[in-house]
Nanobody, 112 residues
Framework: QVQLVESGGGLVQPGGSLRLSCAASGFSFSSYFMSWVRQAPGKGLEWVSGIDSGDASYYVDSVKGRFTISGDNAKNTLYLQMNSLKPEDTAVYYC??????WGQGTQVTVSS
């Protein structure tokens, strides 16, 4: 049974940093394309970043140079390091396996 559990969200001031984690179980995440997707208040889903089975990483233009996606195969955990956060990064962040299985999301709020 696939399970994805996100953590690490919270309230941070503009310019601050957060690291999101996604603990995966029921499958080996390194064999799949894993993504982070976010939903800002009142808006639709936005794909943010992804990493493939060859460890190549991909980002939406708005987060390039600020966010870094990575994985720990031993812990079967996906991460999203978010630096230089902006108010427009405020959203619920979801971890997804192949955009098919989804976690419950973790709230990130960037505000002074």
């Amino acid at each position: 049974q696939v399970q994805l559990v996100e953590s690490g969200g919270g309230l941070v001031q503009p310019g601050g940093s957060l690291r999101l984690s996604c603990a995966a179980s029921g499958f080996s995440f390194s064999s799949y394309f894993m993504s982070w997707v976010r939903q800002a208040p009142g808006k639709g889903l936005e794909w943010v970043s992804g990493i493939d089975s060859g460890d190549a990483s991909y980002y939406v233009d708005s987060v390039k140079g600020r966010f870094t996606i990575s994985g720990d195969n031993a812990k079967n955990t996906l991460y999203l390091q978010m630096n230089s956060l902006k108010p427009e990064d405020t959203a619920v962040y979801y971890c997804t396996k192949s955009l098919w299985d989804w976690g419950q999301g973790t709230q990130v709020t960037v505000s002074s």
